[in-house]
């Protein structure tokens, strides 16, 4: 197993090469970002919408929010003033770099879920006070994508927990069972660092709110089941995440945020080595036919799907296909 996962993480490793095929792949979409105003002891409310765009340099605020209110008197009577006004504002925006699939994604109903953001720093302030170095200019869209990158890592937690009970009750051995753990470890570091970053961006304590994970709930899959399934979540996302970290890590010229994406990036390429090491045990274990049958098919709708760009068509070609032929051999 030991000189099977380092081939495998050797040839993940060759998808830096690949690094240009993500490249120029952008996509205009709506950027909600939030800009907030600390009131001086003279301000009694909140600047209205248009005054607001003018003093914080934004456009299109669309809704504001009011946080910890402080009390003044005039006379006998006691009146709430606000402290500090929050104004979310959109804009439509061409991206090269939006995340598209940081971390293993947790599936449930045959969705991608993860949390929504809420007030607070737990997923921040230890990561943001290791952190060597950190950004240094407000930019509240930057703050806004690492924070969703973050949504996406947190999400990974629970996928990997999922999969490391999975992989007990099937029996897997000890070293996919350790790997997983420590994915799901990993994961948890990444989520802290990418909302470290975005504080940083634009110094709000912000993190994840409760994950809905209904539905989840651990049911023993069937061999062929969680085999299907790791094509899509442990194989061919965690690869094409390896190749966007990569890429945009090549491209980013801010060094805190170069080297937390080098940081996902090597720790996601043992992911991606994991997910194929653990389809060739249960390939390997197939007495039926099924699990085989099962994987085939996975391996066919990811070679349509990813055929259909010209990024991912080469990530299959001289990434997943030779693998997932070497581990399944």
Same mark, same amino acid.
């Given at each position: 197993?030991? $000189?099977?996962?380092?081939?495998?993480?050797?040839? #993940?490793?060759?998808?830096?090469?690949?690094?240009?095929?993500?490249?120029?792949?952008?996509?205009?979409?709506?950027?909600? =970002?939030? =800009?907030?105003?600390?009131?001086?002891?003279?301000?009694?409310?909140?600047? $209205?919408?248009?005054?607001?765009?003018?003093?914080?340099?934004?456009?299109?605020?669309?809704?504001?929010?009011?946080?910890?209110?402080?009390?003044?008197?005039?006379?006998?009577?006691?009146?709430?003033?606000?402290?500090?006004?929050?104004?979310?504002?959109?804009? $439509?925006?061409?991206?090269?770099?939006?995340?598209?699939?940081?971390?293993?994604? %947790?599936?449930?109903?045959?969705?991608?879920?993860?949390?929504?953001?809420?007030?607070?720093?737990?997923?921040?302030?230890?990561? @943001?006070?290791?952190?060597?170095?950190?950004?240094?200019?407000?930019?509240?869209? @930057?703050?806004?994508?690492?924070?969703? @990158?973050?949504?996406?890592?947190?999400?990974?937690? *629970?996928? &990997?927990?999922?999969?490391?009970?999975?992989? %007990?009750?099937?029996? =897997?051995?000890?070293?996919?069972?350790? *790997?997983?753990?420590?994915?799901?470890?990993?994961?948890?570091?990444?989520?802290?660092?990418?909302?470290?970053?975005?504080?940083?961006?634009?110094?709000?304590?912000?993190?994840?709110?409760?994950?809905?994970? $209904?539905?989840?709930?651990?049911?023993?899959?069937?061999?062929?089941?969680?085999?299907?399934?790791?094509?899509?979540?442990?194989?061919?996302?965690?690869?094409?995440?390896?190749?966007?970290?990569?890429?945009? *890590?090549?491209?980013?010229?801010? #060094?805190?945020?170069?080297?937390?994406?080098?940081?996902? =990036?090597?720790?996601? #390429?043992?992911?991606?080595?994991?997910? &194929?090491?653990?389809?060739?045990?249960?390939?390997?274990?197939?007495?039926?036919?099924?699990?085989?049958?099962?994987?085939?098919?996975?391996?066919?709708?990811?070679?349509?799907?990813?055929?259909?760009?010209?990024?991912?068509?080469?990530?299959?070609?001289?990434?997943?296909?030779?693998?997932?032929?070497?581990?399944?051999?």
């Amino acid at each position: 197993m030991p $000189t099977k996962l380092a081939f495998l993480r050797d040839r #993940i490793l060759g998808a830096a090469v690949l690094g240009s095929a993500l490249s120029g792949c952008c996509e205009t979409r709506f950027v909600t =970002a939030e =800009a907030c105003l600390t009131l001086e002891p003279g301000e009694l409310e909140c600047p $209205t919408f248009e005054e607001a765009e003018e003093r914080l340099a934004i456009d299109d605020i669309v809704s504001s929010a009011v946080y910890p209110e402080r009390e003044y008197r005039v006379g006998d009577r006691t009146y709430v003033a606000p402290t500090e006004c929050c104004y979310t504002h959109e804009s $439509t925006v061409d991206e090269c770099d939006a995340p598209r699939g940081f971390g293993r994604p %947790l599936v449930i109903g045959g969705r991608s879920v993860r949390a929504t953001l809420a007030p607070g720093g737990g997923w921040s302030r230890a990561a @943001r006070a290791a952190q060597q170095g950190a950004p240094r200019r407000h930019d509240p869209a @930057r703050a806004a994508a690492w924070r969703e @990158r973050g949504l996406l890592e947190h999400a990974a937690v *629970a996928s &990997f927990t999922r999969f490391t009970l999975e992989l %007990l009750a099937l029996g =897997a051995p000890a070293s996919l069972v350790r *790997a997983a753990q420590r994915a799901s470890l990993e994961e948890t570091a990444h989520a802290e660092l990418c909302f470290a970053l975005a504080t940083g961006y634009d110094g709000r304590e912000v993190g994840p709110g409760p994950l809905a994970v $209904t539905g989840a709930a651990l049911e023993l899959p069937s061999r062929s089941e969680l085999a299907r399934r790791l094509v899509h979540e442990g194989c061919v996302e965690e690869t094409l995440g390896v190749v966007e970290l990569i890429d945009l *890590a090549s491209r980013e010229a801010e #060094i805190p945020a170069r080297r937390a994406l080098e940081r996902l =990036a090597r720790d996601e #390429i043992r992911h991606a080595a994991l997910g &194929f090491a653990a389809l060739g045990w249960l390939a390997s274990n197939d007495r039926s036919g099924a699990v085989r049958a099962g994987i085939d098919e996975a391996l066919r709708r990811a070679e349509t799907r990813m055929g259909s760009a010209s990024g991912s068509a080469a990530v299959w070609r001289e990434v997943v296909a030779p693998i997932a032929r070497a581990v399944l051999s």
